[in-house]
C-alpha cells in the first residue's frame, strides 16, 4: 500500500500563490505517477496535473495551465503543486493520488482545503 499525507493549504486572497505537498509513504517503489485533483463544493472532482514518476514528465488541464506547476522530489517521495494568481474559481479540496504498477485504482490522500477569497 502507499500512503499520502497532503498539506500546504489555507485561505488566500484573490492572485495570492500557495504550495501545495503530498508526502507519499510505503511502496512508493511501485509509484509510476502521481496526480493532483480538486473537488470544489457541489461539484465533481476533476483532474489538475500529472508528473510521471520516473521520467519527472507533466501534464496539465487545459484550463490550469500557466497558473499551476506540478513538481516532485523523487528522492524524498514527495509531490507538490505550486499555484499562482489564485482565483476564488480555485476554492476546492486538493487530493493527490499515486497510480502505482498492478492496480487499477490510485490510493488517495485525505486532501487539503484551498479557498481563495475575492
Known amino acids: 500500500q502507499v500512503q499520502l499525507v497532503e498539506s500546504g493549504g489555507g485561505l488566500v486572497q484573490a492572485g495570492g500563490s500557495l504550495r501545495l505537498s503530498c508526502a507519499a509513504s510505503g511502496r512508493t517503489f511501485s509509484v509510476y505517477s502521481m496526480d493532483w485533483f480538486r473537488q470544489a463544493p457541489g461539484k465533481e472532482r476533476e483532474f489538475v496535473a500529472r508528473r510521471r514518476w520516473s521520467s519527472g514528465s507533466t501534464t496539465y488541464a487545459d484550463s490550469l495551465k500557466g497558473r499551476f506547476t506540478i513538481s516532485g522530489d523523487n528522492a524524498k517521495d514527495t509531490l507538490y503543486l505550486q499555484m499562482n494568481s489564485l482565483e476564488p474559481e480555485d476554492t476546492a479540496v486538493y487530493y493527490c493520488?499515486?497510480?502505482?504498477?498492478?492496480?487499477?485504482?490510485?490510493?488517495w490522500g485525505q486532501g487539503t482545503q484551498v479557498t481563495v477569497s475575492s
Open positions: 493520488a499515486a497510480y502505482v504498477y498492478g492496480s487499477n485504482s490510485p490510493y
